[in-house]
């Protein structure tokens, strides 16, 4: 049986050669692409497929375009490369619900490790930047949205203390992508009371330096808002 070979569009044409360069560092990070005009004249192909190729690539978080001026390659982090999944993750939250309990059980798992990693690496300022960071959260006791703000800046500060750069951006981007499953959950009587002593007591496991104590103690947080959730979605 013949197989039939699919014709690729000239965009994708162009996308392969501009990543050629891209990839091969003959334009590197933070440098701009030639202009639309210069890439139609290179490969003989109209403006369409330059945009669309160009297009691509911005959506792909791989270069930046701004008004006016030539496509410019970024310079990537950790946080940039995972925002790109966002509206994709939200989608899936939404359309599929049994998801949110995968997305729960990975945030267990992953801040369970950094909160262990954090009291073994963690030093006197780390430690002190984290009792600040209850401090503030607890200012922030009448303010919901801030203090929900300051919960994911309390997590993402402990991922952070790891030194591992992917973490602190996938806490924060997990927390982002369930805030509103989880937000109902400051509103409950009590809540904020329980979320900042729990807090304090992960903070005092790390300060001692116990990473077996800091991890159960993230582990029972969690857990505690695991089980409040389902509560809140039961009611």
Request: charged letters at 25%.
């Amino acid at each position: 049986m013949a197989e039939t070979i699919q014709r690729r569009k000239l965009y994708q044409e162009v996308l392969d050669r501009l990543m050629e360069r891209i990839q091969s560092g003959q334009v590197a990070p933070g440098e701009q692409l030639p202009s639309e005009r210069e890439l139609m004249e290179t490969y003989g192909v109209g403006r369409p497929a330059i945009r669309e190729a160009l297009q691509t690539l911005e959506r792909a978080g791989i270069v930046e375009i701004a008004h006016g001026e030539r496509a410019r390659v970024v310079v990537p982090t950790a946080q940039s490369l995972i925002a790109q999944i966002a509206v994709g993750t939200m989608h899936l939250l939404r359309t599929q619900p049994d998801m949110l309990d995968h997305l729960k059980s990975a945030r267990l798992f992953l801040e369970t490790g950094t909160a262990r990693m954090a009291a073994e690496r963690a030093s006197d300022a780390d430690i002190e930047r984290l009792r600040a960071k209850v401090r503030e959260q607890r200012t922030a006791l009448t303010d919901r949205d801030a203090f929900v703000e300051c919960d994911m800046v309390f997590h993402r500060e402990i991922a952070s203390i790891t030194g591992n750069p992917i973490y602190p951006s996938i806490v924060e981007s997990i927390f982002r992508w369930a805030a509103e499953y989880y937000r109902p959950m400051v509103r409950a009587p009590g809540a904020e009371q329980l979320t900042l002593a729990e807090h304090e007591r992960i903070v005092e496991a790390i300060a001692r330096h116990d990473g077996e104590a800091a991890a159960k103690a993230m582990h029972a947080h969690l857990s505690r808002a695991n089980a409040l959730y389902g509560k809140l979605m039961l009611s």
